[in-house]
C-alpha cells in the first residue's frame, strides 16, 4: 500500500472546495449590491427635491462602490478584468470609477518560486540556462499573467518574460459562469440588452488569453499587417521571440515606454503644461495614432487587438505609441466587417436610414418603445459604437432612465460584436482619460470607405480619404 500523503489530500480537498467559496463569495455580495440599488430606487421615488434626489444617488454610488470594489478586490482574477471595464469615466458613476481605477493594476503576483517552477516545466531547461539576466520582482502582474524583464544567453537586447499564474484558469471560468446565470437574470428584470451573448463572448475570449502560443501568433499578424500596410506603423507592436514560446510562457522584445494615464505626470515632471498647446498636440498625436491603427485593424483586416485598456498602451520617445497584450484578439467575418463599415459611414454622416439598415445587416435586433424609432436607434448606435461624448456630458450612462436603450430594447447581439463594443467603450474611457472628445467614427470613415470600395460595395466614383494627420483636424473646436 502507498502511504497517504496527507498534504497533496488536502491540497486536493481544498482546490475542490475553491470554485464552490468563489460562487457563495460572488452571489452574496453581488445580492447585496443589486437589493441595495432596488430598496434605494423606492426610496428615492418619494423624494420631490431634484437636488436632493442627485445627493442620495452619489451617497448611494459611493456606498455600492465600496462594495464593489471590496468584492472585485478580495476575489481578483476575473474581477479585475470587470473593474478595468466598469472603472471608466465615460461608463459608470463617478464614484465607482474613482474606487474602481486603483484596482486594475493590483493583481497579486505570484511567488518567484513558483514562476521558475513554470517556466522550466515549460522551457525544458532552468532559467540560468535560457537567461543571462532575470528580474525576479514582476515588472507588472494581471489577472492571467505577470511579467518579468530578463536578457537572453547571446542577446544584449532586454526581453519581457510573461509567465501564467499557476491555477488561475479554472477559477476565471468558474467565475464567467457565475456571471452568464446573473446576466440573464438581469436582462430579464432590469436591462433591455441581450447581456447573456456578451458574457458568453467574454467566455470565449478569456478561454483564448490562456494560450501564449496563440497570442504569439496574433501579436505577429497583426504586426505584420499593421508594418505592410503604412509608410510608418501607426503603433509598435513587440517582435516575439519564436523559440521561447510555449501555452504558459511567451517571450518578446522589452519596449521601453510611459502607461497612458501616467502622461500627465510625465510632462509636470518636465516642466510641459499638461493643459498647454504643446501637450494637446502631443495628445491628439497620441490618440490618433491609436484610432488609426484601430480602425485599420477592424475596418480592412477584420483582425484586431480587442483589450486597449490603458495598462496595455505605452507611450514611448516621440509621443509614438506601443500596443501590448494580445491575449483578447478578435477576427469578425467580412459580412459583419462590412456590415459595420457601413455602421461606421451612417455615424459619421448622422444617417439614421443607414444605421437601421445596418443594425439588421449586422443582426442586431431590436423592438422600439418610442415614436421617432430611427432617430432613437442612431443615437443609440452612436452610444455603442462611437467614442464622442454628448455635449456637455462628461459621463455616459448607456442604462440611465432617459437613455436610447431604454427607448430601444436590444433583444439580440451578435456575439462577435462585442469585442467592438467593448473596444470602443475603451477608446472611449481613454479619450475621456486623457481629455479628449474625438469621434472614431468620423475618423474611420474614409477607412470604411476604403473596405466597401474594395470589396465591391461602394461604386468607384467615391473616393475616400487618406488618413487624417490629427485628430485636431476632424474637430477644430473640441
Known amino acids: 500500500m502507498h502511504a497517504i500523503d496527507f498534504k497533496e489530500m488536502k491540497e486536493k480537498v481544498a482546490e475542490g472546495f475553491l470554485p464552490w467559496q468563489r460562487s457563495f463569495q460572488f452571489w452574496a455580495r453581488a445580492a447585496d449590491?443589486?437589493?441595495?440599488?432596488?430598496?434605494?430606487?423606492?426610496?428615492?421615488?418619494?423624494?420631490?427635491?431634484?437636488?436632493?434626489?442627485?445627493d442620495l444617488w452619489e451617497r448611494q454610488h459611493e456606498l455600492a462602490a465600496l462594495k464593489i470594489y471590496s468584492m472585485c478586490s478580495d476575489l481578483g482574477g476575473f474581477?479585475?478584468?470587470?473593474?478595468?471595464?466598469?472603472?471608466?469615466?465615460?461608463?459608470?458613476?463617478?464614484?465607482?470609477?474613482?474606487?474602481l481605477v486603483t484596482l486594475c493594476d493590483q493583481a497579486p503576483a505570484t511567488p518567484?518560486?513558483?514562476?521558475?517552477?513554470?517556466?522550466?516545466?515549460?522551457?525544458?531547461?532552468?532559467?540560468?540556462?535560457?537567461?543571462?539576466?532575470?528580474?525576479?520582482?514582476?515588472?507588472?502582474s494581471a489577472s492571467i499573467a505577470q511579467v518579468h524583464r530578463a536578457r537572453?544567453?547571446?542577446d544584449k537586447r532586454d526581453v519581457v518574460v510573461k509567465v501564467q499564474h499557476p491555477g488561475v484558469e479554472k477559477l476565471m471560468m468558474t467565475d464567467i459562469r457565475n456571471l452568464q446565470v446573473f446576466a440573464l437574470y438581469m436582462q430579464k428584470t432590469d436591462i433591455n440588452f441581450d447581456l447573456f451573448s456578451v458574457t458568453k463572448e467574454i467566455e470565449k475570449q478569456i478561454g483564448y488569453e490562456f494560450d501564449f502560443q496563440r497570442e504569439a501568433n496574433a501579436m505577429e499578424k497583426i504586426r505584420r499587417f499593421?508594418?505592410?500596410?503604412?509608410?510608418?506603423?501607426?503603433?509598435?507592436?513587440?517582435?516575439?521571440?519564436?523559440?521561447?514560446?510555449?501555452?504558459?510562457?511567451?517571450?518578446?522584445?522589452?519596449?521601453?515606454?510611459?502607461?497612458i494615464?501616467?502622461?500627465?505626470?510625465?510632462?509636470?515632471?518636465?516642466?510641459?503644461?499638461?493643459?498647454?498647446?504643446?501637450?494637446?498636440?502631443?495628445k491628439c498625436n497620441i490618440l490618433s495614432s491609436l484610432s488609426q491603427a484601430y480602425g485599420q485593424m477592424i475596418l480592412k483586416s477584420g483582425f484586431f487587438h480587442a483589450d486597449p485598456h490603458p495598462g496595455n498602451i505605452l507611450i514611448c520617445k516621440g509621443s509614438e505609441v506601443a500596443l501590448l497584450d494580445y491575449g483578447q484578439v478578435k477576427e469578425l467575418p467580412d459580412p459583419l466587417r462590412l456590415g459595420y463599415a457601413n455602421l461606421v459611414i451612417a455615424i459619421a454622416d448622422n444617417n439614421a436610414s443607414l444605421a437601421s439598415q445596418s443594425f439588421r445587416e449586422l443582426g442586431i435586433a431590436t423592438v422600439a418603445k418610442c415614436e421617432n424609432e430611427q432617430q432613437e436607434l442612431l443615437q443609440l448606435a452612436k452610444t455603442m459604437f462611437d467614442t464622442k461624448m454628448p455635449p456637455g456630458k462628461a459621463v455616459l450612462q448607456p442604462f440611465s432612465e432617459d437613455s436610447s436603450i431604454k427607448k430601444v430594447s436590444v433583444e439580440a447581439f451578435p456575439e462577435e460584436l462585442f469585442s467592438v463594443l467593448r473596444t470602443?467603450?475603451?477608446?472611449?474611457?481613454?479619450?475621456?482619460?486623457?481629455?479628449?472628445?474625438?469621434?472614431?467614427?468620423?475618423?474611420?470613415?474614409?477607412?470604411?470607405?476604403?473596405?466597401?470600395?474594395?470589396?465591391?460595395?461602394?461604386?468607384?466614383?467615391?473616393?475616400?480619404k487618406r488618413r487624417c494627420s490629427s485628430l485636431r483636424r476632424l474637430y477644430p473646436g473640441d
Open 33 to 54: 449590491i443589486y437589493t441595495g440599488y432596488k430598496l434605494f430606487q423606492l426610496r428615492v421615488s418619494f423624494v420631490k427635491d431634484v437636488k436632493m434626489q442627485e
Open 79 to 99: 474581477f479585475l478584468k470587470i473593474a478595468q471595464i466598469l472603472g471608466k469615466p465615460d461608463m459608470a458613476p463617478a464614484a465607482w470609477v474613482r474606487k
Open 112 to 140: 518567484f518560486h513558483a514562476v521558475r517552477l513554470v517556466l522550466e516545466k515549460e522551457l525544458g531547461k532552468s532559467i540560468d540556462q535560457v537567461f543571462e539576466t532575470f528580474d525576479d520582482k514582476p515588472l507588472g
Open 152 to 154: 537572453v544567453k547571446g
Open 226 to 259: 499593421l508594418y505592410d500596410n503604412n509608410k510608418k506603423s501607426p503603433v509598435l507592436v513587440p517582435r516575439v521571440l519564436r523559440h521561447l514560446v510555449t501555452r504558459r510562457v511567451l517571450v518578446m522584445e522589452y519596449i521601453n515606454g510611459i502607461p
Open 261 to 282: 494615464l501616467s502622461l500627465g505626470d510625465e510632462m509636470a515632471k518636465r516642466g510641459i503644461n499638461p493643459r498647454g498647446k504643446l501637450a494637446e498636440s502631443a
Open 424 to 464: 470602443i467603450i475603451l477608446l472611449r474611457g481613454l479619450s475621456v482619460g486623457i481629455g479628449l472628445n474625438y469621434s472614431c467614427a468620423q475618423q474611420w470613415k474614409p477607412i470604411a470607405k476604403e473596405a466597401l470600395l474594395a470589396s465591391g460595395r461602394l461604386s468607384t466614383g467615391i473616393k475616400p
